[in-house]
């Protein structure tokens, strides 16, 4: 009889490209794959996401998709994914984050979307109430770009950037679909 596995995961880690989108965001030494298999095999991490600021990390995730067999030959695997700022009035009256899980192995696609959503001039301005990405705005993106199954999660913390717990089921239940 087979029974279920327990995975431990990850699915919040910042490289080096987040201080790209986000001031002070990173302070560590440059990503690569090697460090980052070393660190979740020290930490037995099992599945995992790069989710930096408003953008992916291209060329990690390249490498990590060309060496992904080798990483599911070390109980290793990942999902592309981004933590992004919203700034949506009719969900809530501050910028928000969201940590986004795109099934899909296309970055070409991923980060057609994050483009779409974000004005290049204002990129150290994302989320701000100048600058507001909505949740239509970036579904639309989504759909236009071919992207079928995504998965967001409200990130929340002790931050101001959380949501805070009256807003966090009601507002939600909908952005998690498959199309």
Same mark, same amino acid.
Do not use: C
């Given at each position: 009889?087979? #029974?279920?596995?327990?995975?431990?995961?990850?699915?919040?880690?910042?490289?080096?490209?987040?201080?790209?989108? $986000? %001031?002070?965001?990173?302070?560590?030494?440059?990503?690569?794959?090697? $460090?980052?298999?070393?660190? !979740?095999?020290?930490?037995?991490? %099992?599945?995992?996401?790069?989710?930096?600021?408003?953008?992916? %990390?291209?060329?990690? #995730?390249?490498?990590?998709?060309?060496?992904?067999?080798?990483?599911?030959?070390?109980?290793? %695997?990942?999902?592309?994914?981004?933590?992004?700022?919203?700034?949506?009035?009719?969900? /809530?009256?501050? *910028?928000?984050?969201? !940590?986004?899980?795109?099934? *899909?192995?296309? !970055?070409?696609?991923?980060?057609?979307? !994050?483009?779409?959503?974000?004005?290049?001039?204002?990129?150290?301005?994302?989320?701000?109430?100048? *600058?507001?990405?909505?949740?239509?705005?970036?579904?639309?993106?989504?759909?236009?770009?071919?992207? $079928?199954?995504?998965? *967001?999660?409200? /990130?929340?913390?002790?931050?101001? $950037?959380?949501?805070?717990?009256?807003?966090?089921?009601?507002?939600?239940?909908?952005?998690? #679909?498959?199309?």
């Amino acid at each position: 009889m087979a #029974y279920s596995k327990w995975l431990k995961s990850d699915l919040h880690i910042h490289s080096h490209m987040s201080k790209k989108t $986000k %001031n002070n965001d990173y302070d560590g030494e440059t990503l690569t794959v090697d $460090k980052l298999v070393t660190a !979740l095999e020290r930490e037995s991490i %099992n599945f995992f996401s790069i989710t930096d600021h408003n953008i992916i %990390n291209e060329s990690l #995730y390249s490498e990590l998709l060309q060496r992904r067999a080798d990483l599911i030959s070390k109980n290793l %695997n990942f999902v592309i994914g981004a933590e992004i700022d919203f700034y949506d009035a009719e969900v /809530h009256d501050k *910028t928000f984050h969201m !940590l986004v899980f795109f099934n *899909t192995n296309d !970055l070409t696609s991923v980060s057609k979307v !994050l483009a779409d959503i974000f004005d290049k001039e204002s990129m150290n301005q994302i989320g701000t109430d100048e *600058t507001p990405v909505s949740l239509s705005k970036f579904f639309k993106s989504v759909f236009d770009n071919g992207i $079928k199954d995504i998965i *967001t999660i409200p /990130h929340f913390n002790s931050k101001e $950037k959380g949501l805070p717990p009256e807003d966090q089921i009601d507002k939600f239940t909908y952005t998690v #679909y498959s199309a």
